[in-house]
């Protein structure tokens, strides 16, 4: 029902834009930008876009509307952003390493190619964490790793799906640790990973610090490692895998910005400017703060260099994810 | 005594003007969103989430739950009235309640709806307040080995929906499961009967899918009798008859029962409870012939189930803070950025806001049936407009909610595609009830079944190992055995009978 109050709303400011811009000068932004989404409504991706869009719209001056085009893993946006007129009205989020894993993966048929994105600006990094219950065995990742080699393939190790960027963790660590072999459970997500968890179908899960830094923080359960150069702010006693001494062992999940390719420098400034400063606003920084959310902006060179080595470390473990037997 | 002094705490906080408004307007949009097919409480829920960035959290919180479960309610009345379920949880409701109000008996069922939902919601409630903690523990021994078992005693009331022929009914199951298969398979990710169309690989939505063989076939219907009339007679009673209420009650006690028990259960989703309900009320009666027909039991347990489910599924949420539904994960989404993690924890560092929001259960439950029983005269009056605009209407409703699913156009050819085959299936007498049960179970079979297998390294001894997993698939063989008997042929049954 919203929705479509939404967009007749959106039509109607597209309509009185297009009437009063007839003579006028010509600057951008004149009617509403469509800002896409490629998770449904409700996800994480999606509820921080539309803090973003509330607070770029009023710097703006034109509504930006946030378009959920769900499904197939985020390929279905993706494929929509990149086969959109590059004139600035419509953009989307990109995730990587979910947007570089659906390019590389031969089976998804992908039409669209990771040089058919301009990167506007990074908004999140959420770095990986491993996890355990508060009762496990496992108290350090040294334990789990010598369990995994003592015993391979038999410690249950739940992924948020296959291809995901938890999936490509495990293999990176297996990669960094010879000699262990994790037992992989592809969970449907998060919430799903804390079920069995608890349960005890499964004893290791793989997932970002987001999804269960607030549970971490209350002895829930455990956190045994974060896979970032740096801990985290939101849990400072939780040691990174580098500190451990698994340097390699460096994966998140982030979400940006993005116009299709081709569309006009100057444009792709002022969206810049605009979503920088709204991704800076108190509002959106104390939002996605208390829900354990790193806002970590990056934007032109910095985030296509970061979009770049993301493919290349992503087309590693893809490929790799794909030969390994037991998958 | 220490639950009975928060709860009243919580119940005076709820019945502040501020927190009744918010349950009141909660209750309103989420019957809207029911109402518009397509739009499901997940969806609505999400796009009213910012919102609620404005409203202090227990006042938000509130309002969303209302939504949630008033959405439960607002998908029954396309259902009854035009045969399209506002959401997925009310398709079980097309099989009894269109036909009843073809009958002059819309009111009747949607009245019935109305309060089985009432009761139902109120008692998973309670039940919620006195009993949550521990239970939520026992449901979570239900892994996955556990979940294909239950899968399988699903797929074994197959029989109990088939109709005339029972082969019939098997073959529209497999159909079912066929197209369940449709999209990025599970174990290798590889897709599957996709054609390379991205739009496929989440499979065929399960509401496009639905809206088409019931909705869109009902108008197929229509047109091909101009003159055929929706409503038979006139439309008398918002109230069930005294001889309605008898067959109700029972209908409405067990719906409870079987909502409640399986909202414990995280994963199981709300449409499972409401086809369990009905299979159970068709089993135990007397005329089970009657049920298809415009049985009234056939209305009252589904949408008393969903209303126990939706509220029974907050359980999980609010003890272990594990979200057991898309729309609970969302409503979990609301929690957490509002600074609150839904878990053990929060009834120790914010019992009030806990306890406030589950008081204003009860509060929200008793303002949908106030709301709703005035509404129902109003929505069955829609009958009476002439057949060629409710036709248009209908349809225009079905395009605008297959699009607002995902904005995709595929999802509108979907519904249509399989409107025309609805419509055949109509035109030759095959049952459209065992193939949305194929199509329901078929993702769970599949992903619990590889889930488990993952778990065990491949090896099958997983599902005899765990008891209750044993206990689930031995029910499953007997629901099979007493169905074969039942359905043997004559001879078979005479033989039997006559040892």
């Known amino acids: ?135 496990s065995p496992y108290k350090t990742v040294h334990d789990l790793i010598e369990a995994a080699k003592k015993a391979p393939n038999t410690i249950r190790t739940a992924t948020t799906g296959i291809l995901s960027d938890d999936h490509l963790a495990i293999l990176m660590t297996e990669e960094a640790a010879p000699g262990a072999l994790f037992r992989l459970v592809h969970l449907e997500g998060g919430a799903a990973q804390l079920k069995e968890i608890m349960a005890g179908n499964v004893d290791v899960a793989f997932d970002n610090v987001g999804s269960i830094a607030t549970r971490v923080k209350s002895g829930e359960v455990r956190g045994l490692a974060v896979l970032d150069e740096v801990r985290s702010k939101f849990l400072p006693d939780v040691p990174t895998m580098k ?9 998140s999940s982030t979400r940006g910005i993005a116009a299709p390719k081709g569309t006009p420098e100057p444009i792709v400034k002022r969206l810049r400017e605009v979503l920088k400063k709204a991704m800076e606003h108190p509002d959106h920084v104390k939002k996605l703060e208390d829900a354990g959310i790193a806002i970590k902006i990056m934007e032109g060179e910095e985030y296509a260099r970061y979009f770049a080595d993301t493919h290349a470390k992503a087309k590693k473990y893809t490929e790799w994810a794909r030969n390994r037997p037991m998958r | 005594m220490d639950t009975l002094q928060h709860l009243t705490d919580g119940l005076v906080a709820a019945l502040g003007w501020q927190n009744l408004v918010f349950a009141l307007i909660g209750c309103v949009l989420g019957t809207l969103i029911g109402v518009l097919p397509g739009l499901g409480p997940a969806a609505g829920t999400a796009i009213l989430i910012p919102l609620t960035f404005r409203l202090d959290p227990t006042g938000g919180l509130i309002m969303l739950s209302a939504i949630y479960y008033g959405a ?81 005693v699903g797929l074994g009331l197959v029989t109990s929906l088939a109709g005339r022929s029972l082969l019939a009914g098997l073959a529209m199951a497999v159909l079912g499961l066929l197209i369940a298969m449709v999209g990025i398979d599970p174990v290798r990710g590889a897709p599957r009967f996709t054609f390379g169309i991205p739009s496929l690989y989440d499979g065929l939505g399960f509401i496009p899918v639905v809206m088409g063989l019931f909705g869109v076939a009902e108008i197929l219907l229509t047109l091909e009798s101009p003159t055929r009339q929706l409503v ?51 089993r135990l009666s007397k005329t089970p012939e009657k049920f298809g027909q415009g049985a009234i039991e056939g209305v009252a347990a589904p949408e008393t189930a969903n209303n126990a489910y939706a509220n029974a599924a907050m359980i999980p949420l609010l003890t272990l803070g594990i979200p057991s539904s898309p729309t609970i994960a969302v409503l979990m989404g609301a929690f957490i950025i509002n600074g609150l993690t839904p878990g053990p924890f929060l009834f120790q560092e914010r019992p009030d806001l806990v306890w406030t929001v589950i008081a204003s259960f009860f509060l929200g439950n008793a303002l949908l049936l106030i709301l709703n029983l005035p509404l129902v005269g109003l929505w069955a009056r829609l009958l009476h ?115």
């Open chain 2, 232 to 282: 038979a007679t006139k439309f008398t009673a918002l109230l069930p008859s005294r001889e309605e209420w008898r067959r109700s009650v029972g209908a409405i006690s067990r719906g409870t029962g079987i909502g409640f028990v399986l909202g414990l259960i995280p994963g199981i989703g709300a449409i499972i409870p409401t086809f369990t309900a009905y299979v159970v009320e068709k």
């Open chain 2, 72 to 152: 439960m309610y607002g998908g029954t009345i396309t259902s009854v009235l035009i045969n399209v379920p506002g959401e997925a949880a009310s398709v079980v409701t097309c099989f009894d309640g269109y036909q009843m109000a073809r009958q002059g008996r819309g009111g009747t069922a949607l009245g019935i709806a109305a309060i089985g939902s009432f009761v139902g919601g109120m008692v998973a409630t309670l039940a919620l307040v006195v009993v949550a903690p521990p239970l939520a523990r026992v449901a979570l021994s239900f892994g996955p080995p556990e979940f294909f078992a239950l899968m399988l």
């Open chain 1, 1 to 135: 029902m919203s929705r479509l109050v939404t967009a007749t709303f959106a039509a109607t400011l597209a309509l009185a834009a297009a009437l009063g811009g007839a003579g006028a000068q010509q600057s951008y932004p004149t009617r509403p930008i469509q800002l896409m989404v490629a998770f449904p409504a409700g996800g994480s991706t999606d509820i921080a876009a539309r803090i973003v869009a509330s607070i770029a719209e009023k710097e703006l001056g034109q509504s930006v509307v946030v378009v959920n085009k769900g499904g197939a893993g985020g390929q279905i946006g993706w494929t929509e952003l990149t086969r959109q007129r590059p004139d600035g009205y419509y953009i989307g989020f990109i995730n990587l390493p979910a947007t570089n894993t659906v390019i590389l993966d031969p089976e998804r048929k992908a039409i669209f190619t990771e040089k058919d994105f301009v990167p506007i600006i990074n908004q999140v990094l959420d770095p990986g964490l491993i996890w355990v219950r508060a009762d």
């Open chain 1, 243 to 251: 500190e451990l001494g698994y340097p390699t062992v460096i994966s």
């Open chain 2, 385 to 499: 407009l002439p057949h060629q605009y409710v036709s248009v209407g209908t349809l225009l409703f079905c395009v605008l909610g297959a699009y607002s699913l995902q904005q995709n156009v595929f999802d509108i050819a979907v519904m249509i595609v399989c409107g025309i085959i609805g419509y055949g299936m109509r035109k030759i007498d095959l049952p459209i009830a065992p193939l949305v049960l194929g199509l329901i179970l078929g993702p769970f079979i599949e992903k619990s079944l590889r889930t488990s297998l993952e778990m065990s390294g491949g090896d099958f001894s997983i599902f005899f190992t765990r008891p209750l997993c044993v206990a689930l698939l031995v029910i499953g063989a007997l629901i099979l055995v007493a169905s074969a008997l039942r359905l043997a042929p004559a001879e078979v049954r005479e033989a039997r009978d006559a040892n």
